[in-house]
């Protein structure tokens, strides 16, 4: 299809500087109250899904605003079933899915949502993929010339060379708030949220990234 290789010709993986190995970050959540400067369009996303392989569907998509307001929160009907390995992470059965709108019926919203955007996510090259595998499952057109930022792989020199998962970044931040929830770990809208801040506050740890975006 023209928009699979229009896809992968345009979404770039946008890789930040990373902090000297030897710096340790100092996550402050109280200040984080604001977006930072020139971040007005971002968006921050995430995806659960049936599994991890190529055949793999979205069933819950997230996407907030730089503000951490709703964009869009909803369960998908997937037309394969969710491998127990997926469950278990995410704790969602087909049966939660049944009256769930289809990636068919959500994929307009998501690509009017994400067209030209620059999307902040943990582990982003997972969630474009299977934003792209499930377009490409219904035949329909997804989003384009999406720039993508990726907080696992900003916080890789902070975990001795190792991709963090995003409830160890999640413990950096020492958010009472999301302590407090623990059983929503590994849902797509405490997870975008999570990603938000993680993001926000490396900005305010390293204010000159900020700016980067725009050379992406």
């Known amino acids: ?17 990373t902090p000297s190995p030897t710096r340790t970050w100092k996550f402050d959540v109280s200040v984080n109250k604001s977006a930072p400067p020139l971040l007005t369009k971002v968006l921050y996303l995430d995806t659960e ?3 991890l392989d190529e055949g793999a569907e979205i069933i819950e998509i997230a996407i907030l605003d730089v503000t951490g307001n709703v964009l869009l929160d909803s369960l998908v009907k997937p037309t394969s079933p969710i491998s127990d390995a997926a469950s278990k992470v995410h704790g969602i059965m087909m049966p939660m899915l ?16 994400l067209d030209g955007q620059i999307v902040v996510a943990h582990n982003a090259e997972f969630d474009a993929r299977m934003i792209l595998q ?12 999406v720039q993508w930022i990726c907080t696992m792989k900003i916080l890789t020199t902070t ?26 770990l590994h849902r797509a809208r405490h997870d975008a949220e999570v990603c938000r801040k993680i993001h926000q506050a490396l900005l305010l740890e390293q204010p000159e990234l900020s700016g980067l975006h725009h050379h992406c």
């Open 159 to 184: 975990n001795g060379g190792k991709w963090p998962s995003l409830s160890q970044a999640r413990a950096l931040l020492r958010d009472p708030i999301l302590e407090s929830n623990p059983d929503n």
């Open 98 to 113: 049944d009256d769930a709108p289809s990636w068919k019926q959500l994929a307009c919203k998501v690509k009017t949502l």
């Open 49 to 51: 899904t049936t599994g």
């Open 134 to 145: 499930s377009c490409l499952k219904y035949g329909v057109t997804g989003p384009a010339n």
């Open 1 to 17: 299809m023209p928009w699979c290789r229009s896809i992968c010709r345009n979404r770039r993986l946008v890789i930040l500087p």
